[in-house]
């Protein structure tokens, strides 16, 4: 995806790990993304008990094109990539402006910093 700021500049967003981009998950949400994560950790724990590993990535993935050779933590942090009621937010590297994605659309409000010196405000540390 590719988005263009107030100040011409385009945000690319096409690979992982990018400094100027994160999530925002509305509070109203976080109940039923942990509630649901839970129910998906505990059905892929009773799946793999149970023998039914392939069954449960293909409800929950689909064969193919998931990879079926992944480990069980693996699919636990595509569980939690999964989850569709976060919004994107990226910061532009020219101007400093936050753009919000508007729900789950493909549109973005901008918001202007209202002091110099915030550039690399979604920067997070890595270890």
């Known amino acids: ?9 385009i945000i690319v967003d096409q690979t992982d790990n990018l400094e100027y981009k994160g999530y925002i998950l509305p509070d109203t949400y ?23 590993r392939l069954e449960w990535i293909k409800k929950h993935f689909g064969i193919p094109p998931y990879p079926t050779e992944l480990k069980d933590s693996s699919m636990i942090q595509n569980l939690i990539n999964v989850v569709q009621t976060t919004q994107d937010i ?17 549109e ?4 202007i910093p209202d002091s110099k010196g915030t550039k690399g405000i979604l920067k997070g540390k890595k270890k």
């Not at 995806?1 to 500049?9: F, Q």
């Not at 976080?30 to 039914?52: E, M, P, R, Y």
């Not at 973005?108 to 918001?111: A, E, V």
């Open 1 to 9: 995806m590719k988005l263009r700021c107030k100040c011409e500049h």
């Open 30 to 52: 976080v109940d039923d993304v942990s509630d649901n994560l839970s129910k998906n950790i505990d059905s892929l724990i009773d799946a793999i008990k149970n023998g039914k």
């Open 90 to 106: 990226f910061e532009c590297e020219n101007c400093g402006r936050i753009a919000i994605q508007v729900g789950q659309k493909n």
């Open 108 to 111: 973005f409000k901008f918001f």
